[in-house]
């Protein structure tokens, strides 16, 4: 759990979110864009600032199991085993949803994506509103996910309340779990693995074939049905800059970069590679969470900086904490 001041008043912020004012507020993933739940009108809010299509679903934050079963028909036993083990923490589970959960929420899916975030302002925030908030990622669509309030202001300005809460403790959205039907499906890697949840649930659960999780990288598809989750159809994650893997002949030490590229390498090695002021080489040396964790910074920080690429060290093996990195850079490629 991310410690953060006792003193801040979230009264404001809760009577808002009440009155169908969309705030943006942290979390342990990324920053949230988030309204009353119950809403229409603010959930509409969110897509219009956001610019977000109408067939791409939202998260739903709670902060209790209790809530959760104000939304889902039933929470099942492995749902609930899962909320043990995981919750409050990076884990969106989906379920079959209850008539009165709002279309718009769930883009007309007959599932909702439901979330208890493992930071203390939005369970708080949540607990004084006294409703759950369907929240995004508080960036306009197909940017990098904000990981600081900065990030919020870049896109939105002053347009959105921002509640400050630093930094954000792993960089990377949620893992979303589909537990609607069997098999169940990851159909979005996170900090919580796939077999972190095998192990949980004593049974195999399967990662969904799609852009940008893993295997061939034939580049995205185009779906005709509405995502089951975020990041399934829709580019994101990426800065204007264009990002690309590293061509082989820019591996070798002394590294030859290339001008007006951000280099971003996570194997270990020796020496810094020449000095040109006209890129930028950034090191993490076999550190795949803190890579993770800086990576949407790096993205927006490159577009500030005027950098026209980002160069990406491939990855040959890695672990499976990696995944959702990897997932994440497939998405802002392209592939």
């Known amino acids: 759990m991310i410690e953060t001041k ?15 004012i969309v705030i943006a ?26 610019g977000r ?24 036993d492995d749902a609930k085993r899962l909320m043990e083990c995981f919750w409050p923490g990076p884990l969106a589970i989906i379920l079959p949803k209850r008539p009165e959960v709002l279309d718009i929420v769930t883009a007309g899916l007959p599932t909702v994506a439901i979330r208890m975030p493992d930071h203390p302002i939005p369970l708080r925030l949540i607990e004084e509103a006294g409703r759950p908030i369907a929240a995004p990622s508080a960036n306009t669509s197909g940017r990098p996910s904000p990981t600081r309030a900065e990030h919020v202001r870049q896109d939105f300005g002053l347009d959105v309340p921002i509640i400050e809460g630093g930094s954000c403790q792993y960089g990377l959205e949620s893992t979303v779990l589909d537990l609607s039907e069997r098999p169940y499906t990851v159909l979005r890697p996170g900090h919580v693995t796939q077999s972190d949840i095998e192990e949980a649930l004593l049974q195999p659960v399967r990662m969904t074939d799609m ?6 990288g034939a580049g995205p598809r185009e779906a005709t049905s509405p995502p089951r989750s975020p990041g399934m159809k829709y ?3 990426a800065p204007d800059a264009r990002v ?9 030490v002394p590294l030859q970069p290339a001008k007006n590229t951000l ?10 590679g020449p000095s040109n002021p006209a890129c930028k080489i950034i090191r993490y040396d076999g550190i795949y969470e ?17 950098f026209e690429e980002v160069a990406i060290e491939p990855f040959s093996t890695y672990p499976e904490s990696a995944e959702a990195l990897l997932n994440r850079i497939r998405k802002a490629i392209g592939d």
């Open 53 to 76: 299509p109408p067939d791409n679903p939202l998260i739903v934050h709670v902060n209790s199991a209790e809530m959760a079963g104000t939304l889902a028909v039933e929470i099942s």
């Open 244 to 252: 690309r893997w590293m061509r082989h002949d820019e591996l070798p």
């Open 263 to 272: 280099y971003l390498l996570h194997q270990v090695r020796n020496g810094n």
């Open 290 to 306: 803190e890579m993770a964790r800086d990576l949407y910074d790096r993205f927006r920080m490159a577009d500030l900086q005027g």
């Open 25 to 50: 507020f942290p979390t342990e993933t990324v920053y949230g864009l988030g309204a009353d739940a119950w809403n229409a009108d603010a959930v509409a809010r969110i897509f219009e600032l956001k």
């Open 235 to 237: 580019t994101h994650y």
């Open 6 to 20: 006792p003193d801040i008043s979230l009264s404001k912020y809760a009577e808002q979110l009440r009155n169908g």
């Open 211 to 216: 852009p940008g999780t893993s295997g061939t």
